[in-house]
């Protein structure tokens, strides 16, 4: 891997990681547009699984009392369920095609969810969880990107931002695990060789990213950090989106 492409990636690891803890989410999203380009789909989405599950997890520990695990039961069992059968369906389904899908379908929710969200309806239930999850777990498992959908489901639901930040950590974990599993098992030979020096910078810079995000955070309010959740949520769905058309080109 060139010098350039490293500098990128290890900048974008460690803003993904401040807005994982500033945000509850935005390591992959941020991440994960440029990890895919330089090591491609699949094992893009393994490395982009494996320093999510690291980052989230240093987030956890610092806000593991607002966890609402109810709200994780209902969005984490259904994600947890779409991840193996997505996770097996990646492999062999051109990851073109169904990255604008995936990209798409995310997109239209949180359109939706952002409208919805100026009215009074709420939504929430055993049923909209379940499809929030489903797609979540399966947006995870083929583009390594499950906070749109975790997303559009809290802003129906009107989740308050720092029990929705504090369980998004436990779901992205969940996820992350089944996904890293699931293709281990099925294709134990795609996990990527990047060397043992540079997984320690990579973890080295996510750690130093969560740290910075605890300052940051001090700063910024929680409409404010809402906010930023938001436009992370989308922009991610539309790297999905464009990722996928540059595959179809």
Known sequence: MALESVVLVMV???????AQRVAG????LLASPFLVLLLGAHEGVIVINAC???SSALVMARV???VDWRLFAALGIPAMIATVPASWLALGLPPAPVS???GIVVLVGLSISWALQRTRLVVRGVGAGAVAGAIGGASNAIAGAAGPAFTAYALLARVPQPQFVATLQPLFIATSVVTLTTKAVTSPTSAPDL???LWLLVIALIVAGVF?????????????ARA??????????VATVVDGLRGLS
């Not at 910075?212 to 404010?224: S, T």
């Open 12 to 18: 974008a690891v460690f803003v993904g990681a401040v």
């Open 25 to 28: 989410l935005g390591f992959a």
């Open 52 to 54: 999510g599950l690291v």
């Open 64 to 66: 593991w009392s607002d």
């Open 100 to 102: 604008v899908v995936v």
């Open 195 to 197: 060397g043992v020096l």
């Open 212 to 224: 910075a995000g605890d300052w940051l955070q001090r700063y910024i309010r929680d409409d404010q």
């Open 228 to 237: 930023f959740v938001i436009v992370l949520a989308f922009l991610g769905a």
